[in-house]
């Protein structure tokens, strides 16, 4: 047939699976932005499970009153931000895009990348190299 190699079926499992494992990602750090900035401004300013916690089994007490530890943006208050809505929304978006950049840098050192090479069939010595990074 005139039509093997060529349209959706030549597209190789690995390229396939890349662009749907980065739909993925992409489609969850919106989410959970969107998450950050309209839903966390109105949760619940109860104790959460940790706290709870301490304070059920009663250690609590014990928490240090200066932490070891400064935590960037504490309690998620910002002090240039006069809403405590506003300021939580940043800062929970803050956080996400932090840990999701820093999650992020973490894959690209730690797991190795393969330089692909894609051979369109139904051309001649036809190739498309350098797809991917560059690990050799």
Known sequence: AADEGVGP????????????????VVFGLLISLGLALFVAPFACSWPDGLDRTAQALGFAHHA??????????SEYKIPWIGSERVAASVAGAAGIVLVF????????????????????????GSKVQGIGPDVS
């Open 64 to 73: 240090r009153e200066i932490p070891l530890l400064p935590a960037p943006i």
């Open 101 to 124: 950049g820093l999650a992020w840098v973490l894959a690209r050192v730690l797991v190795p990348g393969k330089k692909m090479e894609v051979r369109v069939q139904g051309f001649k």
């Open 9 to 24: 079926a030549a597209i190789p499992a690995r390229l396939v699976h890349r662009e749907g494992t980065l739909s993925l």
